[in-house]
């Protein structure tokens, strides 16, 4: 037994530890005794298997970052019997570093990874104060309070790094120890501890850092660190985008070999490629075979390597298509700005028409809006999108009649950088992919070449297509809505309009002219004097008289709700007038005589005077919608109703009767 043996069982005895040790280490022997701590034992806890690897997996960031500061320590040290240790912030023993000799004898103490050095286990040590106190701490021989450490010399600092966003002082990741034995103890090894653990620390703290920014980066990032010794690739850093950019569930890849996540050669030849020659490439389309599953992704780089700090590695970011397209789209936001709420009409066919539109924003089928031109099917369109599961999604809108025939298929499918003449360097995306998630609004279909017609049968029926010069397919999740003023059978008997394309649209609606709409004619003239008022800061919008409501709902409104808007915004602009007559309309529209009736080819040409009869409708004829108009022209007047249709007393009764019309 050495004599440092002794000095320590002396310790044990009659509590001279009271008196012998420093004030710290006196209270802490105090508490292990409290606690039942075996001081005599002769072997460390060791944790299993299992255990270690779960340990070292939490302490991946330590392990990591201490793993390359000392295996270079290591290829310098020439001492023999001395090395370091690095622990977790539990008292874990990682790893050890030290020549040949230091190991052995590390190995004759029963010093080895997977060792518990917890104050719990073995009492007091260098590395249970230093990890409670979070100080520099050195407990020489008989200082340490079990057996198994009284021959060693231990100098202990921790890992430490400030929180600024917790507020905490420090937060602590685990330490570096230097372990000697007892007969080469030396003051100045925790000055070269502290120094290590500071090292170590500034690293930790500057990746971070570095990596802090990253974090919020919409593309995916792994960052992979080669080593200069072995040629081996870990992952040094990956964000949280990663995952779902690539198409895989989340799982912790810090310092896993690269192989994890990316399969080996022959697969991924060009990415292998580029780690080798450290190749910096921006936005480049690659393929890349990830657990198995082959995708082409766009990736940039940047490579990093510094000689004399013996580091070396490369950035990978990447995206796709979709990843590109969504992103877009969300700064886009949705541009469906109109609810079913903001929908004016209370007529009883296009109250139907409503009713029928909001049962279709509850399906996913692709939907075909037929109607005149200007009575509202961009508005329908977009209320069908806002009362659908898409509402939070894109809003995109093409307009196949504005489009040059040869730019159709670029601007809705996209194409890769150099596909034509005149192409983007790096490609352009297309208004599906845009729309990816959402819904795509296709006005004036029936003005699409046949040729495209074809290819958007195609992605209705795949849900997918390829860019203009590409060969990689793109997926995609999009809700169809065409509308178009065409009559589409007749299009179809003509050979204009691919009838297989038609019969795709399952779902069709129809919305009403504005002549059949009644009342509504009031109801949105009305709308629109209020919001045009306030637009232009008008004070006390004019109101209608009842000879100028009567005489809106006399004319056929070839143009709908469109041409009745643009009534309303030049009437008000122009007219500083509190009540708006008939004879205002006239004026505006070259009417010279409205108390006639207005033919179905109304309007004229400029300033022509119209006298013709308007024709009287058979009785046979006469729908519920018509007899509501005649009824609302002549302000329910029913001896003027009857004279305006052409028809006794009698008869207006029973056609009323029989539509169960109030009379």
């Not at 192409?423 to 003005?447: M, P, V």
């Not at 005489?551 to 409104?557: G, S, T, V």
Request: charged letters at 20%.
């Amino acid at each position: 037994m050495s004599n440092e043996q002794v000095q320590w069982e002396l310790l044990h005895q009659n509590d001279a530890y009271k008196q012998t040790l420093p004030d710290e280490l006196s209270a802490r022997w105090a508490q292990c005794y409290a606690q039942n701590i075996d001081w005599s034992g002769g072997a460390f806890r060791l944790y299993s298997p299992a255990e270690f690897q779960m340990i070292r997996n939490a302490a991946v960031q330590c392990y990591a970052y201490s793993n390359r500061f000392f295996s270079q320590i290591k290829r310098h040290s020439k001492t023999p019997r001395i090395g370091f240790a690095i622990f977790d912030r539990a008292g874990c023993l990682l790893k050890l570093y030290g020549e040949e000799s230091f190991l052995a004898w590390c190995k004759e103490m029963h010093i080895a990874p997977g060792t518990d050095w917890s104050e719990g286990s073995i009492g007091v040590n260098a590395i249970s104060l230093g990890l409670a106190r979070k100080e520099d701490v050195s407990v020489i021989g008989r200082e340490n309070f079990s057996r198994l450490l009284v021959d060693t010399a231990i100098y202990f600092s921790p890992y430490l790094i400030d929180d600024n966003h917790s507020g905490e002082e420090a937060v602590l990741f685990g330490g570096v120890a230097l372990i000697a034995p007892l007969e080469r103890q030396s003051d100045d090894y925790l000055m070269l501890t502290a120094a290590a653990a500071n090292d170590v620390a500034l690293h930790l703290f500057m990746s971070n850092s570095l990596y802090e920014g990253y974090s919020r980066e919409a593309k995916g990032l792994i960052s992979i660190d080669i080593n200069r010794i072995t040629g081996k690739k870990h992952i040094l850093y990956h964000n949280a985008s990663f995952f779902p950019v690539v198409g895989t569930g989340y799982e912790s890849l810090y310092f896993q070999l690269v192989e994890t996540m990316f399969d080996p050669l022959p697969k991924n030849e060009e990415f292998w490629a580029i780690i080798e020659e450290g190749r910096e490439i921006s936005d480049q389309n690659v393929k890349l075979s990830i657990k198995g599953e082959e995708n082409t992704f766009i990736v940039s780089t940047e490579p990093y390597s510094q000689n004399h700090l013996n580091i070396r590695g490369i950035r990978f970011f990447i995206t796709s298509a979709k990843d590109i397209s969504s992103n877009v789209s969300k700064k886009i936001g949705n541009n469906a700005l109109v609810t079913f709420n903001d929908v004016l009409g209370t007529h009883r066919r296009f109250a139907d028409c409503l009713k029928i539109a909001k049962t279709i924003a509850r399906s996913d089928s692709n939907v075909l809006i037929l109607g005149e031109s200007g009575v509202g099917k961009d508005i329908i369109a977009q209320a069908i999108h806002n009362a659908s599961d898409r509402q939070d999604k894109p809003f995109i809108v093409v307009n196949c009649a504005a489009l040059p025939r040869d730019l159709i298929a670029s601007e809705l499918f996209g194409y890769e950088g150099g596909a034509f003449t005149g192409s983007k360097k790096n490609g352009n995306i297309g208004k599906f992919e845009l729309a990816n998630g959402g819904t795509i609004f296709l006005d004036e279909i029936g003005d699409m070449p046949l040729d495209l017609q074809a290819t958007l049968l195609r992605v209705i029926e795949q849900k997918s297509f390829m860019r203009l010069g590409s060969n990689t397919v793109t997926n995609i999740n999009v809700k169809i809505i065409a509308a178009t003023n065409a009559n589409v059978n007749q299009l179809v008997e003509q050979k204009k309009f691919r009838a297989d394309l038609f019969y795709r649209f399952t779902l069709r609606l129809v919305i009403p002219p504005l002549r059949e709409r009644g009342h509504d004619i009031v109801l949105l003239a009305e709308h629109f004097i209020r919001s045009i008022s306030a637009r232009i800061n008008k004070a006390a919008p004019p109101i209608l008289s009842s000879e100028a409501k009567s005489l809106l709902c006399r004319l056929p409104w070839a143009g709908n709700v469109r041409e009745l808007q643009n009534l309303i915004e030049g009437i008000v602009q122009f007219y500083s007038v509190n009540v708006i007559g008939p004879e205002i309309i006239e004026e505006y529209l070259g009417i010279s005589d409205s108390s006639k009736p207005i033919p179905e080819h109304w309007p004229p040409s400029y300033h022509e005077s119209i006298s013709l009869p308007q024709p009287v409708p058979e009785e046979k004829s006469l729908t519920r919608d018509s007899l509501e108009n005649a009824l609302l022209v002549n302000f329910y007047n029913k001896t003027k109703t009857a004279q305006y249709l052409g028809i006794s007393r009698k008869t207006l009764y029973r056609r009323m009767e029989e539509y169960g019309m109030e009379f």
